[in-house]
């Protein structure tokens, strides 16, 4: 029954923004929600996580700074906030969710996961 589904993705200039958003069903409480990205012949790539309540989240070194993460318990929605995207950060991203924190850096840790949307940044 668990449902996540991403969408804002797109394709912008570097130093530009964009908002994805993961909607999210089915899911129980409480749950911790990740953020991966996945570029052309490249793994899978922790990027961040947030607990339902919000009083918890982690981000890669790589987007620490410039991508904030939100939850919407009443929507049932997570935002990725991103800004100052670089071409290193073109792929492809996915919201996912598990319980409890341990090895929220993995992504095979995560037993449910969306589709995936693209963002594309050119320099």
């Known amino acids: 029954q668990v449902q996540l589904v991403e969408s804002g993705g797109g394709s912008v200039q570097a130093g530009g923004s964009l908002r994805l958003t993961c909607e999210a069903s089915g899911v129980p409480l409480p749950y911790i929600m990740g953020w991966f990205r996945q570029a052309p012949g490249k793994g899978r790539e922790f990027v961040g996580a947030?607990?339902?309540?919000?009083?918890?989240?982690e981000y890669a070194d790589s987007v620490k700074g410039r991508f904030t993460i939100s939850a919407d318990n009443a929507k049932n929605t997570v935002v990725l906030h991103m800004t100052g995207l670089k071409p290193e950060d073109t792929a492809v991203y996915y919201c996912?969710?598990?319980?409890?924190?341990?090895?929220?850096?993995?992504?095979?840790?995560?037993?449910?996961w969306g589709q995936g949307t693209q963002v594309t940044v050119s320099s």
């Open positions: 947030i607990n339902w309540s919000g009083n918890w989240a």
């Open positions: 996912s969710t598990k319980s409890g924190t341990a090895a929220y850096v993995y992504p095979s840790s995560y037993p449910y």
